[in-house]
Each structure stands twice: as C-alpha cells, then as structure tokens.
Nanobody
Framework: QVELEESGGGLVQPGGSLRLSCAAS????????IGWFRQAPGKEREGISC????????YYSDSVQGRFTISRNNRKNTVYLQMNSLKPEDTAVYYC??????????????????WGQGTQVTVSS
C-alpha cells in the first residue's frame, strides 16, 4: 500500500513563501517520479511540477515556473515543494503523487498513480 502524506500548508500573505513536504511510508520514494498537483474549488486538477526518480529532471507548469522549486531527499524519503512569491490564485489544496515518469512537461497532464490527503494553501491578505 503506497502512502503519501503532505504537510506544510497554511495561510500566507501574497508575496510570501511556504515549503510543502511529501513523506512516504511503506515504500521507497526513490523508485518513483513524484509530482505535485493542486485543485481549487470549482476548478480542475492542475499538475504543477514533477521530479524524476534520480532528481536530475524537473518540470513546471507555466503558472508556477520561476516561483516554485521541487526537490527530493531520497534518504529522508521526502519530496519538497518550495513556493515563493505566492499569489492569491495559488490558493488550492496541494497534493503530492506518484507518476509513471517525468520526462517532459506533458507528464504534468497525466493521471497520477497514488496521492495523499492534500494540504491546504491559502494566499490572502
């Protein structure tokens, strides 16, 4: 059973930063490409970033490119999403998920395999 748990969400003012964490239990993350997607109320799921299993490859959606950074620490079995210059339109529930691969930006539009319960990010003044 693949289990992922997101943490680090919260309320932040526009322009602020948050770092989300995605911890895996019962399996080793380093075998998987991992990504983050988000979903805001009334909107479709949006894949925003992914990282290859070896951490050498990363991709971002246009909406977060230059502001968000994905990274992984396979020794800690954890993936991170550093989010800077947050905007109100970044408000959503953020999920980390396993992906078949992360070989191009097209991977962000594929259906994730497993994902966690999500963590709420609210950007508001």
């Amino acid at each position: 059973q693949v289990e992922l748990e997101e943490s680090g969400g919260g309320l932040v003012q526009p322009g602020g930063s948050l770092r989300l964490s995605c911890a895996a239990s019962r399996f080793a993350l380093d075998y998987y490409a991992i990504g983050w997607f988000r979903q805001a109320p009334g909107k479709e799921r949006e894949g925003i970033s992914c990282i290859g299993s070896s951490a050498g490859i990363t991709y971002y959606s246009d909406s977060v490119q230059g502001r968000f950074t994905i990274s992984r620490n396979n020794r800690k079995n954890t993936v991170y999403l550093q989010m800077n210059s947050l905007k109100p339109e970044d408000t959503a529930v953020y999920y980390c998920a396993t992906y078949v691969g992360c070989s191009s930006r097209a991977a962000l539009t594929t259906t994730p395999g497993y994902w966690g319960q999500g963590t709420q990010v609210t950007v508001s003044s």
